[in-house]
């Protein structure tokens, strides 16, 4: 078969980036009917089951795409194509062990995590994500090898099929369980075999098993993207056909191979289970600090958001509004940068193991550069834009918005930090440093508690000091990740350079978005300010972008028809190029 072409960096980085805009537009549409259907209280049934997931995932899958990838790429770089074949089965082979366990962790272990969090009710929804495990793990396998081969493209349509299998499955099982159970309400009195007073008390038993089938609806899509990647393998294009591999030379034993997978695979789980720390410290300390802070001073608390609620029911509704809808928001912005740390790893990978300094440097000010234009002006736009944004997307929830909007605000500029942690971990992870974000996030989640003990306890803070705790948190490990790369690199790398134009347009597009919204929610409705107020927002960047010439040419030339825009572009004096004025820059100090 003929071999499928590589992308270059850039080339990749859009592709990953196209498909997690398509991801998250479904996405968007599959957790805001599904808020509606489940409300504040649902809403923290399915999230804790994702909490709850989340690092369980990271231990046993999250690592593994990265893993196989860097491996793949180290042996195509070198030659050894058989290798890079090989590493495929063996990955497959040993991730089916690992999810297998972590199954049967979260599978019978549901109930003792929810007990733990204080959530009992969401264990159901914990087991129904289990298998997601499983899924994750095989595919894993074959999304890290086509990365390896610097090939995006079926890592992005998997995404993109999975979560449009998420929108389809979730809302129908969970609309469809809501509605089974009043039915069964109306004839029975029952509500799958517990008893209901009142219709409203049945709508509350409901939804344990109303968040149970959207997380099943989860767990099925992940098994659909698993057999979409293993239709691609089987009778697609080959990334590195056999033909490739004729003439390399002898194969390493599967030994040999498994044991490097776990050696790379380890400390990048372990820093991916440790990214999602934060998450699992929230977990397991915010629940039970809202409810301290809601048993010291509900009425502080009621009174700060405009609710009525009891001391009872306040942190269960204060969470779910949280993990539901601000954490939504807030992991959008890092989602889009992932996907350059994914991108970048083959390429960093390749040209540190082949001592090409320059290669890596230019390598690594790309990431910067282009993980900038996009963190900033999101996280900026989304704490300035904060409850316009939040009113767009739940306009039927005013309660939920009221509680959650200034957490929204802080988590915004927080998302800028966290978006950059991505793509550094995978450049350190490229150049066999995935050590050190393990060691950046155990004292970031040490900052991430004390904020959470002290601060969520405190009825005068409540959410709000979960989200100073996050900012806190990513702002010491990004400080720290960026400071270790440039010192480990062995090269020049001009990171103020690459980041300080995005950054200033970032800022100028939130600080019009907002300016635009103030003007023109007196002339329209607020939904309709908002939309318009992110469109001046974003040709105000576009402007700040050129005027400050972040864009730069090779950034052009990866886009579809990208080549005309370079040309006029350069013409008008407006585009930069790295490659070009490389030569005449000095060597950084």
Sequence with gaps: MERAAKQSFIQGAVILTGSTLLVKAIGALFKVPLMNILGGTGMAYFMTAYEVFNPIYALSVAGFPAAVSRLVSEYTARGRQRDAR?????????FLAVGAVGFALLYFGGKVFCRAVGNPDAALAVQMLSPALVFGCLSAAVRGYYQGCQNMVPTAISQVVEAVAKLVLGIALSYGTFVWAMEGYARTGLVFGRAAASAAQAKQLALPYAAAGAVLGVALSTGVSMLYLF???KFGRHALPVKSAQGSARPASARHIARRLVQIALPICLGSFATSLTSVIDLFSVMNALERAAGR?????CAMYGLQMSAVDLPTFLYGCYTGMA??????????????????LPAVTAAYVGGDRRQLAQNAQSVFRVSAMMAVPAGLGIAAMARPILHLLYGGRQQEIAAVAPTLTV???????????????SMLQAIGRADLPLK???????????????????????????????????????????????????????FWRAVL????????????????????????????SCVL?????????????????????????????????????????LLGSASKRAAHRPKAV
């Design 501 to 528: 134009g995005p950054a200033f347009s970032g800022l100028i597009c939130a600080v019009s978005a907002r300016t635009a919204y103030s003007l023109l929610c007196h002339v329209f409705v607020s939904n309709i």
């Design 327 to 344: 954490t939504t928001l807030y992991n959008l912005v890092p989602a889009l940068t992932t996907t350059f740390g994914v991108s970048a």
């Design 411 to 425: 988590l915004g500029a927080a998302a800028v930090l966290l978006a950059f942690t991505t793509p550094v971990y």
């Design 231 to 233: 239709c691609q393998h």
């Design 297 to 301: 001073g509900a009425d502080i608390i």
């Design 86 to 94: 090989r590493t495929l089965k063996i990955a497959s082979a040993l």
């Design 440 to 494: 950046l996030m155990v004292v970031g989640g040490a900052i991430k508690l004390a904020c959470n003990l002290v601060l969520v306890r405190d009825p005068r803070y409540n959410l709000l000091g979960a989200s100073f705790g996050t900012l806190c948190c990513y702002l010491f490990i990004v400080i720290g990740a960026v400071a270790l790369f440039l010192r480990q690199v062995g090269a020049p790398v001009h």
């Design 533 to 573: 107020s992110i469109a001046v927002g974003c040709g105000c960047y576009l402007l700040a972008l050129l005027g400050t010439g972040s864009v730069q040419e090779e950034d052009l030339l990866a886009l579809p028809g990208g080549q005309k825009l370079a040309a006029k572009l350069h013409r008008w004096g």
